[in-house]
Nanobody
Framework: QVQVVESGGGLAQAGGSLRLLCTAS????????MGWYRQVPGKQRELVAT???????TYTDSVKGRFTISRDNAKNTVYLQMNSLKPEDTAVYYC??????????????WGQGTQVTISS
């Protein structure tokens, strides 16, 4: 079994910064990629940023230049530094981890989500 736990959400003002953290733990052999997604009520969950074990990153266009994803492979942890925040960044942010486990050839797990609210 694999657990994915996020932290670091909260309330910030427009133009401010927040840092999200996500750690995967449990019966893990390797993690291929970790990423952040977000969802607002009534809309589909959307990709924010992902990072592979080799450090390759992808970002949705709306966060490029403002958000930075990074990863500590030894700790199975991924970070999302969010700067120049905008009210439209308000959402529940979910962490995703994909990899292989001790008892399963592949896994794809989500965290419980952390609320990010940006006031104007």
């Amino acid at each position: 079994q694999v657990q994915v736990v996020e932290s670091g959400g909260g309330l910030a003002q427009a133009g401010g910064s927040l840092r999200l953290l996500c750690t995967a733990s449990g019966s893990i052999l390797s993690i291929n990629s970790m990423g952040w997604y977000r969802q607002v009520p009534g809309k589909q969950r959307e990709l924010v940023a992902t990072i592979t074990s080799g450090g390759s990153t992808t970002y949705t266009d709306s966060v490029k230049g403002r958000f930075t994803i990074s990863r500590d492979n030894a700790k199975n942890t991924v970070y999302l530094q969010m700067n120049s925040l905008k009210p439209e960044d308000t959402a529940v942010y979910y962490c995703n981890a994909k990899g292989s486990g001790t008892y399963t050839p592949s896994f794809d797990y989500w965290g419980q989500g952390t609320q990010v609210t940006i006031s104007s």
